[in-house]
């Protein structure tokens, strides 16, 4: 599922994932580890089309922003590539953080507070990896203003969204991942990325 996985945009058969299996992945997101059990995510299921599309309105003009901000060359190369799936996908979850869940004392964050929000990213790896596991897609946008997503879904003072992730069945898995198909960015070797004992050797 890991060698599997991709990020989804063009894939989706416009099929809406059934509530059972939905909630099988989202099982899966929720038992991810976290930081003193605080379990900080909570997800927001949007099917409304009317809300799909407000969004997907939004996200457009942020596209637009990214890509009259690139060089001529970057952005002949940023043209094709396809950033979201949102009305396609029929089904959108944000899945927010609150960094206040646990309690003042958390076990295991005292030093490095960012372990809260690294506990809610391994949720959405869980969500991810269950998913296609499923055979359903999963597409993180992140090209959103962050006030804008969190009026849209009433969020409270303290939750902040982290991803939105189109999530639907899908035609296919793509064998190479769209940003390496499009010449954007290749993958690294691992060679170039494992360090032993220190980061210079």
């Known amino acids: 599922m890991i060698r599997r996985r991709r990020d989804v945009r063009a894939e989706f058969t416009g099929e809406v994932v059934d509530d059972a299996t939905l909630l099988r992945i989202l099982d899966a ?13 909570d997800f927001v299921v949007v099917r409304k089309p009317e809300t799909l599309r407000q969004f997907a309105a939004h996200v457009a003009g942020k ?31 944000v899945v927010t953080h609150d960094d206040g869940r646990g309690g003042q004392h958390i076990l295991g964050r005292a030093s490095v507070p960012e372990t809260g929000l690294y506990s809610t990213i391994l949720a959405i790896q869980n969500l991810w990896l269950a998913a296609t596991a499923e055979g359903v897609g999963v597409g993180w946008v992140s090209f959103y203003d962050t ?12 939750v902040r969204p982290v991803a939105w992730l189109c999530t639907g069945p899908v035609h ?18 691992l060679a170039d990325a494992v360090h032993w004992e220190n980061y210079r050797q």
């Open 29 to 41: 997101a929720h038992r991810a580890p976290s930081v003193g059990n605080s379990q900080p995510w």
């Open 147 to 158: 006030a804008y997503l969190t009026d849209l879904i009433a969020l409270p003072p303290g």
């Open 172 to 189: 296919e898995f793509q064998q190479v991942p769209d940003l390496e198909r499009f010449g954007w960015r290749d993958r690294r070797a």
């Open 63 to 93: 596209r637009r922003e990214f890509r009259d901000s690139l060089p001529p060359e970057r952005a002949r190369t940023f043209e094709p590539i396809k950033i979201e799936g949102i009305t396609e996908s029929g089904t959108g979850i």
